[in-house]
């Protein structure tokens, strides 16, 4: 049974246009990143899912029924704020428990689904201090565990990990992952990180630009991308994107690049639209530093960036053309050196004018 | 109140300065004191007999023999309260209004409050006396207390204050299923208790005070306010039981308000800090 | 639908609406047309228009209670904002004395009008009052601050400022606290006097607090009425009468409402025209500033 | 917390509205003659009672004694609360019973706000012919009785003997009061060199009347007609520019008290520092306790007469205290009880005359008791040669207002004689003309 299930959204302020035209289905207790720089709509459309925000046209179901009419609180979603919105004037379980009296769960049912959702989270000393007693990790527990008692249809978590230093970030990122073994909901996660995204999503809608970019798994995401858009957001660092001359005909698209490199990708040629022009994208793992005699390209370094299980080198071919290749991790290059790249072609995407991606087959 | 200390110790001089401004402070309210304690035939044409002894309480005995000082200090003590307790329930109420809710005209409606900040009472209070005339309002506590009630200040005091709170709060509320009213009852009002201290502070004191309504409306001497009654009294000063018994009534009125400023002066300063944002 | 755009958002705002409608709106607009009648408190007048007005621009009386009122408020305002400031400055440290301080300087504030021109009858008026025996004591003629033209303005002055320096100081002392502390600290490593601390670093930051007690004040003290009512009755000789107490006088002395309804609009405009006066100047000078 | 305090400040509200809920027939009196509840509220032995404050109190008092079915309840206005009963009155809630001078009584008859009194009279048995002819002529207007006369006052010369013995100005017990204006200059000036005190205390500070009265008192003398039509006043004239010149001399040559004003006047002569206090006919009361008192400084140093005469007739100006009903709804009990209320004053008005002022009854003039008070020998002839002002004037309390504002500015020399004659003419007059 699906989801969540959005039909044609469509929202504006005023003049401006928010977003065009979004229609998604989820599975049950899917777990969806939308993940999209800031301004691309996403939080509009997490919000309209909330009821936070009213479409202008389109519905939204969940679980065969239409919400979209619904205020909010009857919609059976729960959220996660970004900033986690607790009640400061409220204990703990006061905070858990608001939602569920306005609902007129019986108290002693209240009770147990706080007791629960404290000791999953681990936050049963804190129940009856004040968020302004809390530190921020314990805040985004307390937050979660607010929306968890409320054992919601589905979750929606805004930017959860934005304000968490680093290495909470990473814990909590294990935790999101537990609580999604653990409830029996569908969950959506805003993030604007790819990483987390990736990480978490069993599958990630990209949105950028009013509209939807790309559904899919994290892998899919990363491995084919639909757009250029796609592949240069997802995947760190960014993919190089080389303009590039269709060469001789075949089966694979064979394409030159500026510097005179000849790449042989394992794109079916006829997919192609008819043209000439086309961008080739390399992730730095299909351009790899070698010796001269494996080389298909030379390349000036730039910057060394040392990664500890792997080193990322910014270069530029002969032509001027910037590129990111990589090397061992004992690398021991250094500025200017004149290196030898070898160009990955099985690797390798191939992107029309409009930007659409093109990607080997299989895999 | 923490980093006090940054401008340096004060000089002696200032120090000096202080002691003599705070001793012109308490002066008259020195005198005033002594004056009341001193025999209404002592001080006929010789007010410098308070600087000495004999002193009594007999002018303070004559309050509560039979007075109405009292009586004007309960009216004053319900008109305060009351009006407090209005202006901080209505400017709420509007005030989340204004901060939270779309409705039709609310800009243009928000304007017309704004522009009730720039109208001095003078200008409306010859035709307020002549609607509550109309309305039989004068000569009791709604009459005293409502026109106290139009608080554009509070008004819009409270909408600034409620749009510093997080909007994340209200769509919390509204996820856990709150109505509107709950919203506003159990999550935003809690955390305007500051600024409603503040305003609170403001519209006590102002109606404590306040002179020419209760003047014009409150005519008949049980429904005096304190200030009313004892403007009464100073004015028939030349007919009166004397000097020393005018003083006892205006300390003896002023005790009250005095306490209450002691007790809660530390709410007094930091609601005013709360104000100047 | 959920978004909160309809008409029960009005249900909040509602009540006081109610009340301000009929409290503030009507009476104003009622207010305006009593101004165009000639009518007294008992009587169905008639419609004069603009005569109330060009009477009162020709009576004396009103012009010189308009310009006792100017000259107060001319007396009290400055005086009393670098009064506030001064003791907020000396009294912003958190030691046990300087609370003492400010609970002494803001405990005049508490007291009603007729509190404080009751006392200060009794210390202004020079046969029975404190500063009389003061002046005798040391063997001078008591100043007759109640009763001679040019001394009874500042009297109605000097008993303003006493009453109502605390709420000024007051505002002073939380602008003051909300003055980051590195900048002080930043100012004394680069070796400034106080005089430069103060007018580089407290006095701007205290634009805005400063623009409000002004603008405050303004407004309060060209309403000032108990005082002169009380403590002189707006003599001698109408030397001290406010435009306030001509008011109050004309209506409910001379039954002539048409014509204090007149008087007051005229005062609301003044009123208005100061405070917006005020706004704008201090606006254009905080943006020559380039200040907030 | 706030709720509980809700319902407490709602259970005050109540308290307050239903205070009287006996079932006395309630009478609201309105007065001004001061307060003294913390002296006599809970006495009602008039005979002991002293000063305007006090017998009235006390006769207030008595009469709730004595009549248990009715409550009047006393509201004190400041002197002279008519800015007060304006309002209520427009607010549409005036008092049962209000003190009114006699000259004001015209604007609120000829708006129909008091009501003519004629059957409460009746009723109490009263008959318009018991007045003094003053009283008389002062509440009767468009062929009504518009309130019960309470006395005729006015201003009198109230003299300290001893100093004025020390100055040599007592012949055969008696002071010596001018009978020019010349020979005021002399006394005075005689009188401050040899006491070293001021001939005249004065109360030219916030005391409209006191200003007012001189000016009337002694342009009546010289025949001038202040109110020559109901919409004018004639002020600066050549007499009333003299008399005003007169009193500014006064002060110009400091032969009277600067800068008091009623109470410092009043404590002034109380501590004998002036010869004399020219106010009204209500302090002889008060002044005769201080001359009863041992040790006091005016003790057995009291004497009292009219305004001299110092040119032209002796006449001068008087007024007269009275009671008027504001018009409102009112039960059958509540008339009956007002009429009960007249007969008790009528009854009681040689206690009132106990205060310094004239009787409004003849009878009392006549009764032994009040011959025997102390000074009233001297100060019979008022009676005689007491003028109101004429009852077709509109709006006399804002008129003396005026005048003694503009009299008094011109007696202490803050503006020309001229130019505040002119400036107070121009004024009430202006006020008249505004009256439909």
């Known amino acids: 049974m699906a989801s969540l299930e959005l039909k044609g959204v469509r929202k504006s302020f005023g003049s401006t246009l928010i977003l065009e035209d979004v229609s998604l289905t989820l599975d049950a207790r899917e777990f969806v990143a939308f993940l999209g720089p800031s301004g691309s709509g996403k939080s509009t459309l997490l919000r309209i899912i909330a009821g936070l925000e009213t479409a202008d046209a389109g519905e939204v179901w969940l679980e065969s029924f239409r919400i979209d009419p619904l205020p909010p609180g009857e919609r059976g979603v729960a959220m996660v704020f970004q900033h986690y919105a607790l009640y400061p004037h409220m204990s703990v379980r006061e905070n858990m428990a608001f939602g569920l009296r306005n609902a007129r769960v019986p108290k002693d049912e209240i009770e147990r689904r706080i007791a629960d959702a404290a000791r999953v989270l681990e936050i049963e000393p804190l129940l009856d201090r004040k968020p302004g007693e809390m530190s921020g990790g314990q805040r985004q527990r307390v937050a979660i565990g607010r929306a968890l008692v409320k054992e919601p249809k589905l979750f929606l978590l805004d930017e959860p990990l934005s304000n968490l230093d680093a290495a909470l970030r990473l814990r909590t990122r294990v935790e999101l992952a537990q609580l999604k073994q653990r409830v ?78 000849v790449v042989e990708t394992r794109v079916p040629r006829d997919r192609l639209p008819p043209s000439a022009h086309f961008r080739l994208g390399l992730r730095p793992e299909a351009v790899r530093v070698v010796g001269s005699g494996e080389a298909t390209s030379k390349a000036k370094v730039e910057l060394v960036e040392r990664l500890g299980e792997r080193t990322l080198v910014y270069a530029r071919l002969g032509d001027g053309q910037p590129i990111t290749a990589e090397d061992q991790r004992d690398s021991r290059l250094k500025i200017g050196d004149e290196i030898a790249l070898r160009i990955d072609g099985a690797a390798a995407h191939v992107f029309d004018a409009d930007g659409a991606g093109y990607h080997r087959t299989g895999a | 109140m923490a980093a006090d200390f940054r401008r340096g110790r004060l000089t002696p001089l200032g120090w000096a300065a202080l002691v003599i401004g705070a001793a012109l402070m308490l002066a008259p309210l020195t005198w005033a004191v002594l004056l009341s304690l001193k025999d209404n035939a002592a001080l006929v044409g010789h007010s410098e007999a308070a600087l000495h002894g004999p002193y009594t309480l007999d002018n303070y005995v004559a309050i509560f023999g039979n007075s109405l000082t009292t009586r004007w200090l309960l009216n004053s003590t319900i008109v305060a309260l009351g009006q407090t307790a209005g202006v901080l329930i209505l400017a709420s ?84 299923g709150a109505s509107r009213w709950t919203t506003f009852w159990k999550v935003i009002l809690p955390l305007t208790v500051p600024a409603q201290s503040t305003l609170a502070v403001f519209t006590f004191l102002g109606a404590w005070n306040d002179y020419w309504w209760p003047l014009i409306s409150a005519t008949r001497s049980d429904m005096y306010t304190l200030t009313v009654g004892l403007a009464a009294a100073q004015m028939n000063y030349a007919q009166t039981s004397g000097l020393g018994y005018l003083m006892a009534q205006a300390v003896f009125a002023s005790i009250p308000i005095f306490i209450v400023y002691i007790i809660f002066q530390k709410q007094i300063v930091r609601a005013m800090a709360g104000t100047a944002v | 639908m959920t978004s909160a755009r309809d008409w029960r958002g009005l249900l909040f705002v509602a009540p006081f609406l109610l009340l301000y409608s009929v409290i503030l709106i009507f009476p104003l607009l009622r207010g305006v047309w009593l101004s165009f009648n000639q009518v007294d408190l008992f009587g169905d007048g008639h419609f004069v228009g603009l005569g109330n007005y060009a009477r009162l621009l020709n009576d004396p009386i009103f012009g010189t209670s308009l310009i006792n009122t100017f000259e107060v408020t001319l007396m009290i305002v400055p005086a009393l904002t670098i009064i506030a400031l001064g003791l907020a400055m000396a009294l912003n440290r958190g030691s046990r004395n300087a609370a003492i301080f400010r609970g002494i300087f803001f405990s005049s504030a508490v007291l009603s009008v007729t509190i404080v021109t009751l006392i200060w009858r009794f210390v202004l008026a020079p046969d029975a009052g404190l500063l009389g025996e003061l002046w005798k004591a040391f063997g001078w003629q008591p100043l007759p601050f109640l009763s001679d033209e040019n001394l009874v303005l500042p009297a109605l002055a000097i008993t303003t400022i ?96 048409g014509y204090a309804s007149a008087a007051a609009e005229l005062l609301f405009l003044i009123i208005l025209a100061v405070t917006i006066t005020q706004y704008w100047a201090t606006g254009r000078a905080t943006a020559a500033q380039g200040g907030r | 917390m706030t709720k509980r305090a809700l319902a407490a400040l709602l259970a005050l509200l109540a308290l307050g509205s239903c205070a009287k809920s006996d079932h006395k027939t309630h009478l609201y009196l309105q007065r001004f003659f001061g307060e003294c509840g913390a002296e006599y509220g809970g006495t009602t032995d008039v005979a002991k009672a002293e000063g305007e404050c006090g017998i009235i109190t006390t006769l207030v008092n008595r009469f709730n004694a004595d009549n248990p079915d009715i409550r009047i309840d006393v509201n004190v206005v400041a002197w002279p609360g008519y800015p007060q009963l304006t309002a209520q009155v427009a607010a549409r809630d005036p008092p049962d019973l209000v ?37 008389r002529q002062g509440v009767t207007m468009y062929g009504h009785v518009y309130g019960l006369p309470w006395d005729t006052h006015g201003g009198l010369f109230h003299v300290n003997t001893a100093l004025f013995a020390k100055a040599g100005l007592m012949r055969g017990g008696k002071p010596v009061l001018p009978d020019t204006w010349d020979e005021l200059f002399a006394q005075a000036r005689q009188f401050e060199q040899r006491t070293g005190e001021p001939y005249l205390i004065q109360s030219n500070v916030g005391d409209p009347a006191f200003a007012a009265r001189n000016l009337y008192t002694y342009m009546m003398a010289k025949g001038a007609v202040l109110f020559p039509d109901r919409k004018h006043i004639r002020l600066n004239t050549p007499v009333g520019v003299q008399v005003a010149k007169y009193f500014r001399r006064i002060n110009a040559e400091k032969l009277g008290t600067q800068n008091m004003d009623t109470p410092a006047a009043i404590a002034a002569f109380v501590s004998g520092r002036g010869g004399i206090y020219p106010t009204g006919t209500w302090m002889i009361g008060s002044f005769e306790t201080e001359a009863e008192t041992p040790g006091r400084p005016l003790y057995k140093s009291y004497a009292v007469f009219p305004y001299p005469r110092l040119w032209g007739e002796h006449v001068e100006y008087v007024s007269g205290h009275s009671w008027v009903v504001p018009a409102r709804e009112r039960t059958p009990q509540q008339r009956e009880a007002i009429a009960r209320f007249f007969k008790f004053m009528a009854a009681h008005n040689f206690d009132w005359t106990r205060t310094g002022h004239l009787p409004a009854f003849k009878a009392v003039l006549g009764e032994p008791r009040f011959k025997a008070l102390p000074h009233r020998a001297d100060i019979a002839p008022l009676a005689t040669i007491g003028r109101p002002l004429p009852s077709y004037v509109l709006r006399q309390n804002a008129i003396e207002g005026i005048v003694g504002e503009e009299a008094a ?24 003309a505004q009256i439909d």
């Open chain 4, 409 to 432: 500015a011109a007696f202490t020399g803050q503006k020309t004689v001229p130019q505040a004659l002119e400036s107070a003419e121009r004024r009430v007059n202006i006020l008249l």
């Open chain 1, 184 to 261: 029996d909901a569908a969950v959506i996660m805003v993030t604007h990180d790819q990483a987390e995204a990736m990480t978490l999503a069993d599958r990630i809608v990209v949105i950028n630009d009013r509209t939807i970019q790309q559904v899919g798994p994290p892998m899919e995401i990363y491995n084919r991308p639909a757009n250029v858009f796609v592949a240069q957001f997802v995947g760190s660092p960014a993919m190089t994107l080389v303009p590039a001359q269709l060469a001789e005909n075949g089966d694979y698209a064979t394409l030159k690049i500026g510097d005179g490199t």
């Open chain 2, 93 to 176: 109420l509007a005030g989340y209004g204004f901060a939270r809710l779309d409705f039709p005209f609310r800009r243009t409606l928000f304007v017309i409050v704004l522009i009730g900040l720039a109208v001095p009472s003078q200008a409306v209070i010859l035709p307020q006396h002549e609607l509550f005339a109309w309305l039989h309002l004068h000569n009791s506590y709604p009459g005293l207390i409502l026109p106290g009630l139009i608080a554009p200040f509070g008004v819009f005091f409270m909408t600034t204050y409620m749009r510093g709170i997080p909007r994340e709060l209200d769509e919390a509320a509204m996820l856990d």
């Open chain 3, 162 to 257: 006493w009453w109502s320096v605390g709420f000024p100081m007051l505002l002073f002392l939380a602008g003051l606290q909300q003055i980051p502390g590195d900048m002080y600290e930043a100012a004394a490593l680069d070796n400034a006097s106080r005089w430069t601390t103060f007018s580089r670093i407290t006095l701007p930051s205290l634009r805005r607090t400063v623009v409000l007690v002004v603008m405050l004040q303004t407004a309060a003290q060209l309403q000032l009425f108990g005082q002169s009512q009380l403590l002189t009755a707006g003599g001698p000789s109408g030397a001290s009468r406010t435009a306030v107490l001509f008011l109050f006088e004309t209506a409910f002395g001379r039954w002539e409402l």
């Open chain 4, 99 to 135: 003190t009114m001078h006699e000259g004001v009584i015209s604007d609120y008859a000829s708006k129909g706000l008091v009501e003519p009194v004629d059957d409460y009279l009746r009723t109490a048995g009263i008959s318009p012919t018991d007045f003094t002819d003053a009283a």
